[in-house]
């Protein structure tokens, strides 16, 4: 492991689950290793993220948890493997109603990354995306946790007709913005989603989207090394009352326990 940047970080380090392509050698490859060194009966892994710091996160090895589904695994094949990502094929993608021109052809992809805190989008449609998913929050509070003020569905719709449907409560920021109007001296407070833009790259090209972190806690997912799928079905998240006071594990920057405070702004 190299100084740079591992050094200024927190935690201990990365652990790389993509496929064998993308390692630089076989050798290198975290979970090939573990599947031939150990010969595990089922080459899969699953992956559940907890929406509480007091409930802890889990990756299982070996199989998935079958403790933490809501609903069956609906299995997508991997598009693309060569490539080494664990990428879909994105047949639609639906905001809050409207189909986005840019996947009408079948050609976007989706990446399920357990690294990235936000979704990801290209940047040609996130400001279009943001507009749709804002909301107006009625009677203008000082102040409200976002996650809790219902909103429009974001939908993405995959191979073999499985649907990764995002609500409000995972998508939305938690902080509301206040925008101040100048010219009638008021102010109205709006409800936002975490988009994070995609720039095009050689690899993924300009239409990638990302499955991060909102996607990944509504849902737990199975990542299938030998037959090259992913599943996805609803995650069961336990009760945080059930577990000690004390966080069992850290999620760095994630939101602080009081009362969020808006953004401020104007116009």
């Known amino acids: 492991m190299t100084k740079e940047p591992f050094m200024t970080f927190e935690f201990d380090g990365v652990l790389g689950l993509g496929l064998a392509s993308l390692a630089v050698d076989p050798e290198f490859s975290f979970f090939g290793q573990m599947a031939k060194l150990n010969g595990l009966k089922e080459q899969t892994f699953g992956y559940f993220l907890s929406r509480s710091d007091n409930v802890p996160s889990e990756i ?9 589904l809501a609903s069956p695994l609906q299995w997508v094949p991997v598009h693309k493997p060569e490539l080494g990502y ?11 109603g409207e189909r986005l021109p840019l996947c009408e052809e079948g050609d976007c992809i989706a990446i399920a990354d357990t690294g990235t ?3 990801g989008a290209p940047r040609a449609v996130t400001q279009r995306m943001h507009w749709l998913l804002a909301r107006k929050v009625p009677e203008n509070p000082a102040e409200i946790d976002c996650r809790t003020f219902p909103g ?8 073999d007709g499985v649907n ?4 409000a409560e995972d998508y939305s920021r938690a902080t509301g913005m206040r925008v101040l109007n100048n010219k009638t001296n008021s102010s109205q407070l709006i409800c936002r989603a975490s988009l994070l ?32 799928r992913i599943g996805f079905g609803l995650s069961v998240q336990p009760n945080p009352e059930d577990f000690p006071a004390e ?18 702004v104007v116009v």
Do not use: M, N
Not at 152 to 159: A, D, G, H, N, V
Not at 164 to 167: A, E, F, L, R
């Open 197 to 228: 833009p995609v720039d095009d790259g050689e690899v993924l090209g300009p239409k990638a989207f990302i499955l991060g972190e909102p996607a990944l806690r509504k849902y737990y997912t199975a990542y299938d090394w030998k037959r090259q």
């Open 164 to 167: 990764v449907t995002i609500g």
């Open 60 to 68: 299982s090895f070996g199989g998935h948890d079958t403790r933490r």
């Open 247 to 264: 966080p069992r594990h850290s999620i760095y920057g994630a939101p602080p326990s009081g009362p969020p405070t808006p953004t401020e």
């Open 86 to 96: 664990w990428q879909l094929r994105l047949l639609g993608v639906i905001v809050a």
């Open 152 to 159: 429009p569905e974001l939908i993405f719709q995959l191979e």
């Open 117 to 119: 805190s936000l979704l």
